[in-house]
């Protein structure tokens, strides 16, 4: 141990110091799939059990080292949860604080547990004397005490992104509509530019600094037509990632007129498993007019019992004087509900994006996925009679897994008559590149190995290979060069 350097001490430090998210389901703390954020696993300020504290512990030379790397203890949960009792947790958040050093901050703030309890708010006052150092906040439950007193004494000059998290409280929308001048302390954020909201908190009340917005994401906690009021406040958005389960017309107000997004570039859809209020979503599609957008993502969650409105989308592209280079389709909806998803839907879609260069579709059990593999594959073909090959532009063709023992769904004999009829076509572009993913569940016990190595994969593949094409297999543990 002696021997070892100290860089390889702090690289493995930094890799033990995070902790999971999923805790024992009889706690109370434990963490829903859809509420796991990168916040719900950095160390606890006042948990001296784990983290940098625990770690500190062991020997002289390890608390050392921990002491001397503010990386450590830059990005930490502050909550009262952890709070002994008899202590007051001054000293070792102050502790905490000094071995941070000058870095930035990542931080994730209980505050209704500290905020609003008047023998801890001192605590809360030392945090907020470092809010020059804050890059990244993520806020459980955020009270109104919190916005009061972080609005008069601080500024968050470094402050990059801002997470809200749910928590096992509901949101109190008279806490805004009282007096929303307590969050201006975000106007004072110049290089605030990445917004989260995975609580049904209504972000559109808030005085921000919208046009600075580069980022947003919006969970399916939220109405589609509160997602909607926050794009049409945020014209220079560049990525925008919704989870969208209820899209009824609640709000006829909210789809009057076009959403012109100038600048956004990526776009993610995705429908949760629970989404079912979704007779409406087309008419949320229609209205978007993205003209720069260079990528869109299409994601239907397993279980799933609505299929994306792919007919929607292709209406706004040819609608957008945009050029999609990369497109992603991932359908895992449930096999066995009415009405059943239309080939000529993908198809509609998939001749509004002639300069598509990366293809993204998952192959599996599902219909959703069976129906993307039949009606896409068979078109990559050139010649033979047909009106004309899909997707000219097309260079990469990826294809996801969602479980081992979808690879074996995979019709080879036609991609491999796809893409070598591209190699012979003079006015199709090749397909140089195959990348194959495969997801592996937290339950897998297998060897990742074998799931990349050829052996594993029929003789047609190392065929291809030989002939010119480029195949990477991915899991989600391991890549490999096949």
Known sequence: MERIPTEIFCTIFGLSITQDPHRDDNSEDSVDETDISEGRMWPSVFDFRKGPWSISRVCRKWRMICTCLPKLWSCFTFSANDLDLNRDGKAALNAWLSFSGTSKLSILIEPDGICNVSHRIKLFEILAGHAERWERIELVNSTPNFWFMLSFKSRLHSLKRVTFLSGCTSFDPDAVSSDSSHYRVFLDAPQFHTLINRDDFPLYKLPMPWSQLTEYEGSARAHVADHFRVLRLTPNLVKCRLEIADADHSDESSFSSPLLLPKLQRLQIQTPSFAEGLQQLSSFIQLMKLPALQMLSIVSEHHTRVFPPFHAFAEVLRGSPCEVRQLELVLACQPDFQP?????????????????????????????????????????????????????????????????????????????????????????????????????????????????????????????QEEGLNIVVHTTRNTCLF
Not at 346 to 356: F, G, S
Not at 400 to 414: E, G, I, R
Not at 419 to 425: E, N, V
């Open 340 to 464: 059943r998803l239309q080939p000529e839907h993908i198809l509609d879609l998939l001749k509004a994006t002639p300069r598509l260069h990366h293809l993204c579709i998952t192959v599996g059990t599902t219909q959703g996925s069976r129906v993307l593999q039949d009606t896409i594959l068979p078109r990559l073909l050139v010649g033979r009679g047909l009106e004309g090959a899909l997707l000219p532009m097309l260079n990469t063709l990826e294809l996801k897994f969602p479980v081992p023992s979808a690879v074996h769904m995979l019709d080879l004999s036609t991609l491999a008559a796809g893409i070598r009829s591209r190699w012979a076509s003079i006015g199709s572009e090749a397909i140089r590149n195959l990348v194959i993913t495969i997801e592996l569940s937290e339950g897998w016990i297998g060897d990742d190995s074998d799931m990349v190595s050829s052996a594993c994969w029929p003789p047609i593949m190392e065929v291809l």
